[in-house]
C-alpha cells in the first residue's frame, strides 16, 4: 500500500488518520505541493488532476480522500465502517455533506488565514471571504445540533467518517472555531478528534499555523 501525500494538506491527513486508526502499513511517498511536484509528469500519470491524497493498493488506485476513506472502510474497517447497509447509507452521506457543505468553504478561509501568510501573501480581509464564513457558519449550526446528542458523527464510537469530518473541522482550529463563543458541541468533538493517538500519529497539527514549514 502506497500514499502519495503531502503533510501539511487537510485531505491527506484524514486517510493518514484513518490508516493510523486500522492499523495499516504504508508506504509514504510526499509529494511537494509548493515545489509543484504535482505537476511533474509522472505524477500526473498517477492523478492527471494533480491532486493528493491518492492510495494505491494493489492494483486499486483511488484519488479522493472520501472515497479512499469509503474504501479502506469496506475493505478493512471492521468495527470502523458500518456492516449495515442503512448505517453505510448514513455514513456515506455525511461524507457527501463534507465534500458538497463543507470542503469549500472551509478550505478557503483556512487557504486564507493559514496557507497564504506562509506564502508570504496578504490574505484577504473578513469582508472579501464573507460570504465563504457565512457558509462554513451555517454548517457549524448543522454540526452543532448533531453532535449536542452525539460524541461522534456516526454515534457514540469513532468511525473513520470522523477521519473525514474531523479534520476538516479542525481546519478552523485558529480562526472561526478560537475566536467564537458559539458552537461548543463542535469544540468538544474537535477535541475528542485531536486527543487520539492516530491524530498525534498521523502528524495532525501540521494543518495549524506554526507547526511546520510549507
Known sequence: MR?????????????????????LEYENTEIKLFERQQQGPSFL??????????????????RESNAILAYLGKEYGGELWPSNPIFEASALEWLFFEATQMAACYGAVWFNDFVMPKLGLEPKSKSEIQGK?????????????????????????????????????????ENILVDSGEWKFVKAYLGRIVSRDSWKNARGSAIWKGETHL
Open 133 to 173: 464564513i457565512d457558509r462554513v457558519e451555517w454548517t457549524l449550526d448543522h454540526l452543532n445540533n448533531h453532535l449536542e446528542n452525539n460524541q461522534f458523527m456516526m454515534g457514540d464510537k469513532f468511525s473513520l467518517v470522523d477521519c473525514s469530518l474531523g479534520v476538516v473541522i479542525a481546519m478552523l482550529n
Open 3 to 23: 500514499l502519495y501525500n503531502f503533510d501539511p494538506s487537510p485531505n491527506p491527513l484524514k486517510v493518514r488518520m484513518a490508516l493510523q486508526e486500522l492499523g
Open 45 to 62: 500519470k498517477i492523478n492527471p488532476l494533480g491532486k493528493v491524497p491518492v492510495l494505491e493498493d494493489g492494483n486499486m488506485l483511488l
